[in-house]
């Protein structure tokens, strides 16, 4: 068994062991518990390594301004398609969808394939091309999702002033933000990782790893299938991973690459799975609607709709990069990517024009029965 094999094997177990520890961990004080501690020790310790280990070559810097690009894409792509799948604009669900569907994971569903297919130094650019991705979902995200918490729960007695004022604080005592502005501050200095005393880095070193088995047994633990919805999800990540297709066949056929890694990379990088980040942000943001009585029925996000497409996007994203790699040469050409992301939205989007067909016939159907009932009568 190939070792990229067994790294999706050994994730898609820790999924699996949650679930079956959903029995153990029934209570609400016990989820929150492990929430707590992904997003306040262990996510910003993950976030603090990979911040001091970044060394920025300027001939790449171009890589994560093309990823940064990517996202403010996809939300534009997804707040215009969400309506042809039945999703009502200016609702929890929308908004968890907007945050969530735009992000990249390429930590847990892309990087330990690029290490074994495409080797270090493709990592590295994925590394690097990640950066932008981060700006969006650690920065932009948060923005986004504060700005929507204070239209929804109508909070426009506030000046403006007082309005940035209040997201300043917020995003300062954030942990994951603190950490950004230490981690820059020591950059700056010419500090890293192993500048640092040998007690205190091997603690956060020890801290960040328990990131990914905790994210996983969380997302496992919490997740909530139900069927309906479980087919909405599938139909919305098989048209985010054809649009996505889409781009990355336009883009190679349109920028020369210096080679097969670096086309291999583009195709691959953009179908990593959603990340957890805007999730922490509207777990945060429903945090302290729980502590407002006024605030508590009116959700400005939909957790269990956020939770379950954590759940789906991981093992989905993780076959299609599979995929990818297991296809040799195949997906180096624009034109087959190309046509691979138009099946794919097509895919997605069949049993809505079916329904469409349906609802039109019997529209038609309906008048014409009209129509003869008029022209009886006369």
């Known amino acids: 068994m190939s070792i990229a094999l067994q790294k999706t094997l050994s994730l898609l177990l820790l999924i699996v062991i949650g679930i079956f520890l ?36 300027p001939d790449l810097l171009i890589l994560p301004v093309l990823a940064l690009v990517f996202n403010i894409v996809m939300i534009f792509l997804t707040r215009y398609s969400l309506p042809f799948f039945g999703i009502k604009s200016d609702t929890p669900a929308m908004r968890t969808l907007m945050l969530l569907l735009p992000s990249l994971a390429p930590g847990l569903t892309c990087f330990p394939f690029i290490v074994e ?16 991705n981060k700006l969006f979902v650690l920065v932009l995200a948060y923005l986004l999702a504060m700005s929507w918490y204070y239209k929804n729960q109508n909070l426009k007695a506030k000046s403006n002033g007082e309005k940035v004022k209040e997201l300043l604080i917020a995003m300062v005592s954030e942990p994951i933000n603190m950490v950004i502005l230490v981690a820059i501050i020591l950059l700056s200095f010419g500090f890293n ?6 007690f205190l880095s091997e603690s956060i070193l020890m801290m960040k790893d328990m990131m990914t088995p905790l994210v996983l047994l969380f ?39 210096p080679s097969e890694a670096a086309v291999i990379l583009a195709v691959v990088f953009p179908q990593s799975a959603v990340s957890f980040w805007p999730f922490a942000h509207m777990s945060s943001i429903r945090k302290l609607e729980y502590e407002n009585e006024d605030q508590k029925s009116n959700p400005t996000f939909d957790l269990e709709l956020g939770i379950n497409v954590l759940a789906v996007s991981m093992p989905f994203s993780t076959l299609l990069i599979l995929g990818v790699f297991t296809s040799g040469s195949y997906f180096t050409y624009p034109i087959h990517v190309i046509t691979i992301g138009a099946l794919m939205v097509g895919l997605a989007l069949l049993p809505k024009a079916i329904q469409w067909i349906r609802n039109a016939e019997f529209s038609f159907d309906s008048l014409r029965e009209k129509v003869l009932k008029d022209s009886s009568v006369e």
């Open 193 to 198: 990782l192993e500048s640092m005393p040998g």
């Open 117 to 132: 297919y495409l080797g270090d130094d493709v990592l590295a650019w994925a590394a690097l091309a990640d950066i932008g």
């Open 22 to 57: 959903q029995k153990k961990l029934q209570s609400e004080d016990q989820k929150k518990g492990l929430k707590t501690i992904i997003l306040n020790i262990a996510l910003p310790a993950m976030i603090f390594v990979a911040l001091l280990k970044i060394e920025i070559n």
């Open 219 to 257: 997302i496992g633990i919490a997740v909530i299938f139900k069927w309906d919805q479980l087919r909405m999800i599938t139909s919305l990540l098989t048209f985010r991973a054809g649009f996505t297709f889409l781009i990355s066949g336009l883009f190679i056929w349109l920028v020369p690459m």
